[in-house]
């Protein structure tokens, strides 16, 4: 127990000698949308202030974010109304909006029509979104957000493949899936409480991201939906965050032949300290656990051992003596190097096995994953023009368990890196911002290690660890290796940014080859588009 002593001593003394800074926990959220934050990249990469950029979504009401963010949603807007009443609502105000000294509540109307055709498989693409989102805020202290989308698609072949296999559409959960077309819906939900500046309760069916980079191997936003409570807490230098989630595996064995219980849940409790050491770095440090809600010999629920938020749950966890829950630890770290450039990277430790990992023989359970990254704003001196460039990868058996339920995963996608694990991974991003045109342009190079028919060899996060093909010699890429290439484009012209109504043109270059396949995508799309979210096609 002395080093855990030792960890608490190191955590006050953090509280009591960072410097004092504006502690504003807010609570207005902003939905994390890649494209959308990285408009914000000067105030939050600034070395002139202290920002927790690492824990997402942001909120608008943060006084350091609240005049970049009110000057995006506001942009073109007629504040004299000379324009007309429906000119008004189309492009420039909420369709609906009832707003006082006391409140503020919003609803519009949100679409997606999408037209595509891949060229090298001759597949016409299409998809077609109609929904709604109702938000805002009642006082100072609380806010809500809410929409709910219906959908209908017909997808590029390898994203359709995915769907077909996974059983999920990505990022966006299960409906009426074909092997061709697929109907679903999707919905997201959040209230949040800020009873003073130091707290903020959230309650929520929506994602979670922690990191600063384009992907997170801590917790991302790549799978569906889920509901959580979380707690996030500001205090100096320090800002903390719990998130106690409840998860589905419909990929789970049944516990039963019928419906009567449904699909299988698991648990998810996961803590993130964040240290603003000084004004260009930052430390966080993360762990989480996660647990199976029931199994065959009965069920067992929410585990109100890891209820306690600022304790850390490895000996908690320990103290049940034959524990079947899988518990991660992770490190993220960000250094502001130049004024609105900033190195990042995160370190992910799933397992280890120091005798095995000092005689570098490749012993299958030392398991983590690494991100490095650069990202900035105003590159070449050129106002608006974003970048990121990052680096992912994770060892063979990463983020999986021997029970499926315990492992990484929410709805039969992963928490962390769309990949799973068994990969490598290097990408670009540039974003570009004139007016009312938005570009974004991607590259992406990875190389990962498929399985073989009734092979295991690390790649699959939902197969048992107990079923590896490895034992000695685990590397990167064993199995079946396959690299991908990918360049992305968008053009998009804004309409309304208060919903980001816009038209886009898109275009996607993908070759996923191996010893055994070589499958190509050349796709252009054009549609008329809302809201913001991310969805993540580039797998």
């Not at 009591?16 to 502690?23: D, I, L, T, V």
Request: proline share 2%; net charge positive.
């Amino acid at each position: 127990m002395k080093k855990y002593t030792i960890m608490a001593s190191l955590m006050a003394f953090f509280v009591f000698s960072a410097k004092a800074q504006e502690n504003n926990t807010a609570n207005q959220n902003i939905v994390h949308d890649y494209q959308l934050y990285q408009k914000l990249n000067r105030s939050v990469y600034d070395t002139k202030t202290k920002f927790h950029s690492s824990i997402r979504g942001f909120y608008a009401d943060d006084m350091k974010l609240k005049s970049a963010y009110d000057s995006l949603m506001n942009y073109g807007t007629d504040t004299l109304n000379r324009r007309s009443w429906v000119h008004r609502k189309l492009f420039q105000e909420h369709l609906i909006q009832f707003k006082t000294d006391e409140y503020n509540i919003y609803a519009d109307f949100l679409a997606d029509f999408q037209i595509g055709k891949d060229f090298k498989s001759d597949r016409s693409t299409w998809l077609n979104t109609r929904g709604f989102q109702v938000g805002g805020n009642v006082g100072e202290q609380f806010s809500f957000y809410l929409n709910g989308l219906e959908n209908q698609g017909k997808f590029a072949t390898y994203v359709n493949d995915y769907i077909v296999a996974n059983q999920v559409v990505p990022g966006q959960g299960y409906g009426k899936l074909s092997t061709e077309q697929q109907d679903w819906a999707y919905v997201t939900a959040l209230l949040s409480y800020t009873p003073n500046k130091y707290l903020n309760f959230a309650l929520g069916y929506d994602k979670n991201f922690i990191g600063d980079g384009y992907r997170s191997v801590l917790l991302s936003d790549v799978s569906s939906n889920y509901s959580f409570f979380r707690m996030r807490a500001s205090l100096g230098g320090l800002q903390y965050q719990t998130i106690y989630a409840y998860m589905l595996d419909p990929g789970a064995p049944k516990l039963t032949n019928d419906r009567r219980l449904g699909d299988r849940g698991k648990w998810m409790a996961a803590h993130y300290l964040d240290w603003n050491a000084t004004n260009t770095l930052s430390v966080g440090f993360f762990q989480a656990v996660t647990w199976a809600d029931a199994e065959v010999e009965g069920k067992r629920g929410f585990d109100f051992n890891y209820i306690h938020p600022f304790i850390f749950t490895r000996p908690v966890e320990n103290t049940n003596t034959t524990s079947p829950d899988k518990m991660r630890l992770g490190l993220n770290v960000k250094y502001e190097l130049l004024k609105k450039t900033a190195l990042y990277g995160q370190f992910m430790f799933d397992e280890f096995t120091a005798k095995e990992f000092f005689k570098g023989d490749g012993y299958w359970a030392n398991k983590w994953a690494i991100q490095l990254g650069l990202r900035g704003a105003d590159l070449f001196s050129i106002a608006k023009l974003n970048y990121l460039a990052e680096f992912n990868t994770a060892r063979p058996y990463t983020y999986a368990h021997f029970d499926r339920l315990s492992n990484y995963s929410n709805y039969n996608e992963p928490l962390a890196h769309p990949y799973g694990a068994n990969f490598r991974e290097f990408l670009g991003l540039l974003n570009y911002s004139v007016k009312k045109f938005d570009f974004q342009g991607q590259a992406l190079y990875s190389a990962y290690g498929l399985d073989p028919a009734a092979a295991n060899y690390g790649k699959d996060i939902f197969k048992s660890y107990n079923t590896r093909s490895v034992q000695y010699g685990s590397h990167v890429g064993q199995g079946i290796l396959t690299e991908l290439y990918m360049l992305q484009g968008k053009v998009a012209y804004l309409l309304n940014p208060k919903y980001n109504l816009r038209l886009e043109l898109g275009g996607v270059l993908r070759q996923e080859k191996n010893s055994l396949m070589n499958h190509k995508t050349a796709m252009v799309t054009f549609g008329l588009k809302t809201s913001f979210r991310n969805l993540y096609y580039d797998f």
